[in-house]
Structures are given as C-alpha cells and as structure tokens.
C-alpha cells in the first residue's frame, strides 16, 4: 500500500496553493510569501517526521494528526492575503476538499492496481494529468465565479463558511487518502458522495448569484427612481423659469413706461433708485446650466444642489451638446451613478478629519473627435492598510452596483473605466464612444 505522507501532500500542497493564488489578492511582496511559505514548509514536515518516529500505539491518531499539519496551511493564507476572514477560510477549505478528492482518487487507483513501489509513478503520473486538466480549466471557467461568490460574502452572512468546512471533515473521515480502500463500493460512494458536494455548491453559487442580481436589479430601480425625480424637478425649474421670463418681459413695459414718466417730468434723481430697486427684485439667479444637454444638465444638476448642500465643494467644467448618440438612460446612469458614489465617500470623511473642511467633487466632461470623456474626482478618507490598486466599497466587496453600472455602461459603448486614487482624492475616468446617430 502506497504510504501516503509526505509523498502524496506535496503536489496536493502545490496544487492547493496555485488554486489560492489564482483567486485571492496577495497583501505582501513577493519575498515576504516566498519566506512565509519555505518556514512554514519546513515546520510543517519537521512535524511529520516527529509523527512518523511515534510509538506504534499512537497509530489510530497519527492520520488526524496529520490532517491537522494540513489545515495549517490556512495560517499563511490568513497572513498572505487581502481578503476577509470568511473569505479566506471559504476557499482555503473548498480548494482542499477538491485536491483531497483528488489525491484520494489517485491512492485508490494506485492501491487497487497493487503495483507495489510503482503505484508512486502511477500516482505522479495521476497527479499530472490533474494539474493539465484542472489548472487551465479553473482559471478559464470557475476563478471568475469564485470570485464573485467570495465578494459576496461581504454582503451575505458569513455562516456559509462553515459548509466547506463541513464537506472537507466529512470526506475526509470517510474518503481520504489516509483511509485505506475496501472494494469497488466504497470507491463509488466516494464518486456519488463528491458528486453530491460539486451539486451543492452549484446550487449555492446560483442562489448568490440570483440574490445579487435581485440586489442589482432592486438598486438599478432605485437609482432611475431618483434619477427620474431629478429630471422631474429640474423640468419644473426649468418651466418655472420660463414662466417668470414671460412675466418679466409682460412686465417690463411697464417698468419702462414708468421710466420714461420720471425722466419726462423732470424728476431724473428718481430713476436711479428706481432701477436699483428692480434690479433687486429681479436680480435673483436663474436656473443654472452646466452644459447643453437636457438630460446630463438635470441629473448632474441635481446632485450638486445635493452635494453644495451637505457643505461639499463642487467644481464642473462640463462640456455636452444635446443629442451625441448615447441613450438618455445610460446617460443618467454614468454621471448619476459617478457623481452619487463621489458625494458617498465625501458623506464618509468623518467629522473630525482635516479633511472634512476639504470635501470637494469634481465633474469634467468633454465631447471630441466622436468620444465622450469623463473625470470624477472626490475627496475621501483613505485607509493605510488598504493597498493603492484596491477601492474598498461601504456597499460591499463588489465596489457597490453603482460601480458595477458604470461599468456596464462603459462598456456597452466600446470604451474604457479605470479607477485611481492617490493620497486622500479618489478619481473615476471614463471614455466613452457614442453610437453613430
């Protein structure tokens, strides 16, 4: 019977190592987890070796005592990586009950040939053909929804990671590759109970897909809620303006009559102070336009008298014909979903900061050579832990479904998103290439 420890740990290490860094964020350089990962490489067979010389009695409590060198290998996934806890544990577990799944598969294979010392080439050869076929496969077809699921639980309950941990127990109590293989049955039941966890955790990954895209779906609704409400009421400013530019000019022919009287019965001293006091009855501002286009002007309208009220600075250099090809939805989603997520993280600074006195958003739009091209820049908090390439979400590890909508907006027009912040200023740039009208 092949002896499992340590030639059968080293590639299902190997293996469960490249599926973490494939999904997970490293936190450290590159040095840092390569020394990490020699020192706890060493620990970890330092420690088996010691329960390889145990008395032959401790036997029945060598193999979980290995299982428990194993899941040791969670400590530097902790350290290593950016990820939360649950998120971390989640995959650590669900990547070590498929790579013990594998190498269980490999041993009874191995064991049931009864090939001696040669079942260890079997078993290597096994091994590779495992590392071909799921390593490409996992990084075309899963990584992306594991990430997904992952992000997720930022915005779900954490109780879910307990599951893998479950399935990875129980298979192992019952299926490892330290448990040795009885006949065909056993081996079958192995094969239907992993097809029972593979049916589990689909039907897991497809309800936080669809709970987060009723999420979505919930949130577009309120944003166009809102945003329709900011047109609403931008158009009554607009009528509202209209109307009083009618009265003004009903009215004007009478203020200028009442001139001309003054200045016909000599009375010229008066005209002065009569002129002044018009002036300040109507020498209130009118409605202010930011560009020409009706839609853009009502949503980024809007939101500033939101921003301008709340104390946050709002400068704009916005420049937008009225009709450029793209639809007016997608447009009120970019700039209300942008201008929103920037008066968001200015809401954040917390009273006390410097900053706070500081809070400022900036809208710069243009239209050129057929491309739409949009700058947002805001001021938020920024946290030192947080790596520069990364943008932390109060709504979530998905960076907020307004992010999410931008992004889908950029690119159904064929263009580019990119997202920065250096220091305490947070900027979202966008091109965009309107449809030919």
């Known amino acids: 019977m092949i002896t499992v420890w340590p030639f059968i740990s080293i590639p299902t290490i190997v293996l469960n190592l490249v599926l973490e860094y494939m999904v997970l964020t490293g936190k450290k350089k590159p040095v840092f987890h390569f020394v990490v990962r020699v020192a706890h490489f060493a620990l970890a067979f330092a420690a088996i070796f010691l329960l390889r010389r145990l008395p032959p009695e401790a036997e ?15 400590v530097p996934c902790l350290l290593l990586f950016s990820e939360s806890l649950p998120q971390k544990i989640f995959l650590f577990f669900m990547d070590w009950g498929v790579t013990t799944f594998f190498s269980s598969f490999c041993v009874w294979v191995a064991n ?43 915005l779900g309950n954490p109780a879910y990671v307990f599951l893998p941990i479950l399935i990875f127990v129980l298979f192992s109590a019952l299926f490892g590759p330290v448990v040795p293989p009885n006949d065909m049955s056993s081996f079958l039941l192995m094969l239907l109970f992993e097809s ?37 009421k931008y158009y009554e400013e607009v009528n509202r303006g209209l109307v009083q530019q009618r009265k003004l000019l009903h009215d004007a022919r009478h203020h200028l009559r009442a001139i001309s009287s003054l200045v016909a019965a000599g009375d010229v001293q008066e005209v002065g102070p009569y002129v002044d006091r018009l002036l300040d009855r109507y020498g209130e501002p009118t409605l202010r336009r ?52 920037a008066i968001e993280a200015c809401r954040r600074v917390p009273l006390d900061s410097e900053l706070f006195s500081r809070r400022y958003v900036s809208v710069k739009t243009r239209f050129e050579r057929g491309r739409l091209v949009i700058r947002v820049e805001n001021s938020f908090k920024s946290d030192p832990k947080v790596p520069s390439a990364e943008f932390p979400s109060s709504k979530g590890a998905f960076g907020g479904v307004g992010l999410d909508s931008i992004r889908t907006v950029v690119e159904r027009y064929g263009g580019c998103l990119n997202c920065e912040r250096f220091g305490d200023v947070f900027a979202l740039s966008a091109v965009v290439y309107p449809r030919a009208r």
Not at 137 to 154: G, I, Q, S, T
Not at 314 to 338: H, K, M, R, W
Request: include cysteine; proline fraction near 2%; hydrophobic fraction near 50%.
């Open 60 to 74: 029945p409590y060598i193999k979980y005592l290995r299982y428990a060198v194993s899941t040791s290998f969670l």
């Open 112 to 154: 049931s040939l009864a090939l001696g010392r040669a079942g260890y080439a079997v078993v290597a050869g096994m091994y590779l053909v495992v590392f071909a076929l799921l390593v490409p496969l996992y990084a075309k077809f899963w990584r992306n929804d594991v990430r997904r699921v992952l992000a997720l639980f930022e």
């Open 196 to 232: 029972l966890v593979i049916f589990i955790y689909y039907l897991l990954f497809n309800h936080f897909f669809v709970a987060y895209e009723r999420m979505r779906a919930l949130e577009n609704f309120r944003i166009s809620a809102r945003q329709l409400d900011l047109q609403k």
């Open 290 to 341: 930011y560009c020409e286009n009706t839609v853009a002007n009502a949503v980024i309208g809007g939101y500033i008298n939101l921003a301008e009220g709340e104390g946050i600075a709002v400068s704009t250099e916005i420049d937008l014909p009225q009709d450029f090809g793209v639809d007016e939805y997608d447009l009120c989603a970019l700039f209300g979903n942008a201008i929103e997520n």
